[in-house]
């Protein structure tokens, strides 16, 4: 990732400031979502050169139960955030949003992963496109995934590829990333610290 020199602030809280990229874990209602958008929130408040933040979505609202997930995370949000919706090319939409040094707020991994295999495409060739944008990013990014093989075993054999895919993929976002939390209940671990 590109040095964000440009857009730091000599005045502002290290620890308020995000690394180039964060990786938030969790299990489905775990909080994972605020404690991402919480990061994001004190970078913005620690860097007065960054106006406004981006939340890229990865998911359709394809029932009423989605459209009422999507409503409250929008609702949860500020008018410092933009909303920008990707099924596939997240990889794009995350340079571009990142291309004034603001920070990004990727929600989620595991179902832009569910679109890659809904659509056929190479989960690993799309997991380097990925990466390689994470890289290029002129900005610190926030994303945020489901951690889904503490449970039990998928019955189906759809449902075992997916788990197996979510974690490999986990495992790569997370040895790329200069921070990881898994947050449980509500409550933040650190698993990896920039700091430490």
């Given at each position: ?5 440009s857009?730091?602030?000599?005045n502002?809280r ?12 969790g ?6 979502s ?8 004190a970078?913005?408040?620690a860097?007065?050169k960054?106006?406004?933040a ?13 459209a009422?997930?999507i ?11 933009r909303?920008?919706?990707?099924l ?6 995350t ?16 179902l832009?992963?569910?679109?890659v ?11 380097e ?12 990014v ?5 951690e ?13 590829a ?7 993929l986990?495992q790569?976002?997370a ?10 209940a509500?409550?933040a ?8």
């Amino acid at each position: 990732m590109t040095t964000q020199g440009s857009s730091s602030n000599d005045n502002a809280r290290p620890a308020d400031r995000l690394p180039e990229l964060t990786l938030v874990l969790g299990g489905a209602r775990s909080g994972k979502s605020v404690h991402a958008e919480t990061l994001i929130a004190a970078h913005l408040d620690a860097d007065t050169k960054a106006r406004r933040a981006t939340y890229i979505a990865t998911a359709e609202a394809g029932d009423g139960e989605m459209a009422q997930r999507i409503a409250e995370h929008r609702a949860r949000r500020g008018n410092q955030w933009r909303t920008v919706e990707t099924l596939i090319a997240l990889g794009d939409a995350t340079v571009d949003a990142t291309a004034q040094g603001e920070p990004v707020l990727i929600d989620c991994l595991t179902l832009w992963l569910s679109n890659v295999m809904h659509a056929g495409l190479d989960i690993q060739a799309e997991t380097e496109t990925l990466r390689d944008a994470f890289d290029r990013a002129r900005g610190p990014v926030v994303c945020v995934s489901n951690e889904v093989g503490l449970g039990i075993v998928p019955a189906s054999e759809l449902g075992r590829a997916f788990r197996d895919a979510a974690g490999r993929l986990n495992q790569q976002i997370a040895a790329q990333a200069d921070r990881v939390d898994f947050v449980a209940a509500g409550l933040a671990m650190p698993l990896k610290d920039p700091a430490g």
